[in-house]
């Protein structure tokens, strides 16, 4: 079996003195996608947090391709291929939508993405070019968002939550364009998700964390069919 | 509708293209001096080299977002520099600003490692320590620098072998706005480029600049040495064209004085660093004329006014006023 992509091995990290994440081992391969499920509070965003390496690690270690990356420094984590789009989205709201895409512009020749591969992807973000960050909708700051990590040609996307508190129209338009990015770049995902059944029909495997530990593991579509699982931990959160 | 360019260092070098604006006002501030006021090429003199101190603090101030009360230190670092070394026998005025600039820049390297630990407070006493230290320092090295009365025999030679630097100023005040042009176009092509964008989205928000892959502390690093680089080389060039260095060159006072300059001007647009530099220059020439003792009290009076309702200085204001004007 090839080597997995991103691996977590006994992880203990959290946030100055106090524990969030609890002995939290995990593989990752490349090209699959992850769902991250689990109560608010539970330690989701902290986990990919600690992927990122801007968490207290106290014990275990991160590997990346096999190489230990548990002393890496973020920015170079993002260098060798993690993208992060936080849940707060971030948008450097003084910078136009270009500029935003611009400021991690490198000369680099065999970058998977560019500006223009970034706005076939998103034709919005195209249109919305020269406005200011703090100009646009909800959405289109997802969108930006997204579009930014991908300028950093990552290998594996990180999303917290991208959907939340988006009109159903543009979710089911992201939903899109993420699955698509996924399908034809090859791009591993991980997703954190409150919609349990979105997460699901996006991922091919899916995790659920308790209270800092992974309490379930499996495929997508067998937690999917297991609602005595998912009331248990989630509370059924099955949307509509 | 626009073309579409895909190439972000094409599209960034669009961005710093020259408006016609702005050919006016080099043009201006090129000729007005020689033509209308041959009897102030001296001061404008100080101005245009002020001016290059002024940016030089923008590029920290007004896009890093680093603050500092100590900038004269690197001002005065490139004074004495290139002063010590015309004072020991090599004026060539070129090669000699050059040596204070990097004379300069290397201490910046050196302090900028402070620098990146620190924020807020403790940023502003790291470099108001550091000033009142290198004036001490100065003052107890007078065997080199001649300590509190200033370091004499200064000698330039002429620029490109071919014009002296006379009393009336116009060799100086040509050299020193040639290199006050260069320095703006170095600096503007630095802030419209990906690590110009990067030091303003650090400021704003460094978690998320640093999870896209940039190093924080090295790119301020970089702009701090790069911008005690630019203030010795305004020190150079003002001791060259003065043949004089006092300790005050070090001093808080001309820290402070080049912070209100920038803040009058305006922060993080580069030109508020150049007319507010002629603005106060100007004011306090004006104003000490007038009553020597008691200037500092307009120009506290007007930083008060500007802080107050121009929060982006006297640039920002007029471009606000522009605006509002061209929506009528």
């Not at chain 1, 899109?176 to 998700?193: P, Y």
């Not at chain 2, 200033?150 to 000698?155: A, C, E, S, T």
Request: hydrophobic share 50%.
């Amino acid at each position: 079996m090839a080597e997995p992509l991103l691996s977590l091995r006994n992880v203990t990290a959290g946030y100055g003195e106090a524990v969030v994440l609890d002995d939290v081992s995990l593989d990752i391969e490349e090209g699959s996608g992850l769902a991250l499920l689990g109560r608010n509070g539970v330690g989701k965003s902290t986990l990919i947090e600690t992927i990122m390496g801007f968490t207290t690690l106290f014990s275990g270690s991160v590997h990346w391709r096999g190489k230990d990356i548990t002393r890496l420094k973020p920015y170079q984590r993002a260098q060798a291929g993690i993208g992060w789009i936080p849940q707060e989205r971030d948008i450097f709201s003084t910078l136009s939508v270009e500029e935003n895409l611009t400021v991690i512009a490198s000369k680099g020749q065999n970058s998977q993405w560019d500006l223009a591969k970034v706005y076939e992807l998103f034709p919005r973000l195209k249109e919305r070019s020269e406005n200011k960050g703090s100009q646009l909708s909800g959405g289109e700051q997802q969108m930006l968002a997204i579009a930014r990590t991908l300028m950093t040609n990552p290998s594996m996307l990180l999303l917290d939550e991208p959907l939340e508190g988006l009109a159903p129209i543009v979710v089911e338009e992201l939903i899109e364009t993420i699955t698509r990015m996924c399908n034809e770049a090859g791009m591993t995902l991980v997703l954190v998700e409150q919609h349990a059944d979105t997460a699901l029909a996006m991922t091919d495997n899916a995790i659920i964390i308790e209270r800092g530990r992974i309490a379930h593991s499996g495929t997508s579509a067998d937690l999917m069919a297991d609602h005595a699982t998912l009331d248990r931990y989630i509370g059924l959160n099955l949307g509509d | 509708m626009q073309q579409q360019i895909t190439d972000p260092q094409k599209w960034m070098r669009q961005k710093t293209r020259i408006s016609p604006i702005e050919i006016a006002f080099w043009l201006s501030v090129l000729a007005v001096p020689y033509i209308f006021f041959p009897n102030y090429l001296a001061l404008a003199n100080q101005i245009a080299a002020t001016a290059i101190f002024c940016i030089s603090l923008d590029l920290i101030i007004g896009y890093a977002g680093i603050i500092s009360l100590g900038h004269a230190a690197f001002f005065g670092l490139g004074a004495y520099a290139a002063g010590i070394l015309s004072q020991k026998g090599w004026g060539e005025p070129i090669t000699g600003a050059l040596f204070g600039a990097i004379f300069a820049g290397f201490g910046g390297w050196i302090v900028s490692f402070m620098i990146v630990r620190v924020q807020h407070l403790a940023l502003l006493m790291i470099t108001l320590g550091l000033g009142f230290l290198l004036v001490e320092l100065a003052n107890t090295l007078d065997w080199l620098t001649g300590g509190s009365d200033g370091l004499v025999g200064i000698d330039t030679w002429n620029l490109f072998g071919v014009f002296k630097f006379t009393f009336w100023g116009h060799t100086a005040y040509g050299y020193t706005l040639g290199a006050t042009f260069l320095v703006f176009l170095l600096a503007r092509r630095l802030v419209n480029s990906p690590f110009g964008l990067a030091l303003e989205t650090i400021r704003e928000n460094p978690q998320r600049t640093t999870a896209l892959g940039v190093p924080n502390r090295a790119r301020l690093q970089k702009v701090f040495t790069i911008s005690a680089a630019i203030a010795g080389l305004a020190g150079a060039i003002l001791t060259q064209t003065t043949e004089t260095v006092s300790l005050d060159s070090l001093g808080f006072q001309h820290s402070a004085d080049i912070a209100v300059m920038l803040i009058l001007g305006g922060t993080g647009r580069l030109y508020g660093a150049i007319l507010g530099t002629i603005i106060f220059m100007v004011a306090r020439d004006q104003l000490s004329g007038m009553n020597p003792q008691y200037w500092y009290f307009w120009i506290g009076l007007l930083l008060m006014i500007v802080v107050l309702f121009m929060p982006r200085g006297i640039l920002g204001g007029l471009e606000k006023l522009m605006e509002k004007v061209r929506g009528l």
